[in-house]
């Protein structure tokens, strides 16, 4: 008798022990597979985004990969042109938007913003002795501007939009500018530092044209994941690793 409750209880322990492997999913397949975070981008903006051979790169890119750390998400990065991330992240073909974006009134009526991570300034790069020597001299000039971008808004408004040449991005700006197409060319103040370190003859303007807050966008109706960001932000912020990924990407000058 007390054998056979021995037995019993041996078999009653393995059905129990086989029936957890089952339902706990005991094989190799991945038990708990992290929800994506896509996250769009425009990679030609160093130090913010630009490629180091294959990969994504970048204050942005590893801001990102901290927040979907704490999200528990996989972050996948989409590198498209600037001005397809808006409408992207409306249709909710990217979860957000993070491209060294500049919160603006006309955006804020198409996504909602985070809280700012970091601030830009607009300057102007000229040709080292060339006819702009300060802002007053740009009126009348022929302005290169990376579209849709903040530069582009403000230099169409100011100077008229017939003065303005459009590129795809601002390393093409640049181009123009060295090959005398364009007189300056409006952009960010941290790529105009890398442009100008790589090519040689060209200066930044030393009054700066506009100062500007960079945050991440949201299509409107995902106010959810717009405010896990935000918490995952403060953190961030408060804990120094934003300031920690800033200064490996850009010197203190
Ligand atoms: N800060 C500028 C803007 O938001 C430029 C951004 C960019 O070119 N990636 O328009």
New binding site residues.
Partial sequence: MKKSVKILSVILALVIVLGCFAACGGSEEPKDEKKVLTMA??A??PP??FYEGETVVGIDAEVAALIAEKLGMELKIEDVA?DSIIPGVQAGKYDMGM????V?ED?LKDVNFSDSYAT?V?VVIVKEGGSIASLDDIAGKKIGV?T??????YASDEFGEENVIKYE??ALAVEALKNGKVDCVI??NE?AKSYVAANEGLVILETEYAI?D?AICFAKENTELQEQVNTALKELIADGSVQRVVDKYISAE
Avoid: K, V
């Fill in positions: 981008t425009n030609e903006f913010y985004e600037f491209a060294g974006m500049t603006t955006r830009g607009q990376q849709s971008t903040t530069g582009d808004i991005n601002g952009i960010d790529p500007e960079y």
